[in-house]
């Protein structure tokens, strides 16, 4: 079952939201972070917690989030994209910068992440797309699930656009579960925070694979969920 007002719980006396938006600043890379929420009534303190931590806010439909993710690259006037969900408080921003350079680096490609072929743990995903890309998956998107996911369009489409991936130089980590979605993951990214949360430091995915293997019981507490697919 999913965990209610999950980007809104207490980890470490901060807000999930405020970990990720911290973690995103950290990447020098960056010009700015913006929060795309709803304009549904109960996302006010979402939108009330991204500004206080000092973050853009745009607030779009609450079903169509490519339509909402879409306003908010174009607000923003933004010519490339990242793409970072809220409820992913051990993304490191180390991870977000390689594969935003990856980008950068990559002449005529239109989509860069570390999910396409996965060997990341799930909760360090990170999605790098051009304007130009992001406009035409806008235009011609019409499953429900490509409306709601922001991005399914785009890499499933590579006969469209140009894609690349960036694989973990570490090894394949892919079975390891560290986003937040139940009552279980909350359990086991609170374990993480209560041994490795410093305040004014962040720490990085190497200092969670050091304490996992310090300590693989904590593996045990969410390694039973399921991923819900895209279109269930």
Request: with cysteine; aromatic share 8%.
């Amino acid at each position: 079952m999913r965990l209610p007002g999950k980007v809104l719980k207490r980890l470490c006396g901060l807000t999930v939201l405020e970990h990720v938006v911290r973690r995103v600043r950290a990447c020098e890379d960056l010009d700015a972070v913006v929060v795309a929420t709803s304009e549904a009534p109960n996302d006010d303190p979402v939108s009330d917690m991204a500004q206080r931590c000092g973050a853009g806010v745009f607030r779009g439909s609450e079903d169509d989030v490519l339509d909402r993710f879409h306003g908010a690259a174009r607000e923003a006037r933004a010519d490339v994209i990242v793409r970072i969900t809220a409820d992913c408080p051990l993304l490191d921003p180390q991870v977000l910068g390689q594969v935003y350079r990856r980008f950068r680096e990559s002449d005529g490609v239109d989509y860069v992440s570390n999910t396409l072929e996965r060997t990341y743990p799930r909760g360090l995903d990170v999605e790098v797309m051009s304007a130009v890309a992001l406009e035409r998956a806008h235009a011609e998107a019409r499953k429900p699930y490509e409306r709601e996911h922001v991005t399914p369009f785009i890499y499933g489409h590579p006969e469209l656009f140009t894609l690349a991936n960036v694989a973990w130089d570490r090894g394949d980590f892919a079975f390891h579960r560290w986003t937040l979605d139940t009552s279980e993951d909350f359990a086991f990214i609170t374990a993480v925070y209560e041994a490795l949360y410093r305040e004014g430091a962040i720490f990085g995915a190497p200092d969670v694979l050091a304490l996992l293997d310090r300590r693989p019981e904590l593996v045990g507490i969410n390694s039973a969920v399921r991923q819900k697919a895209l279109d269930e």
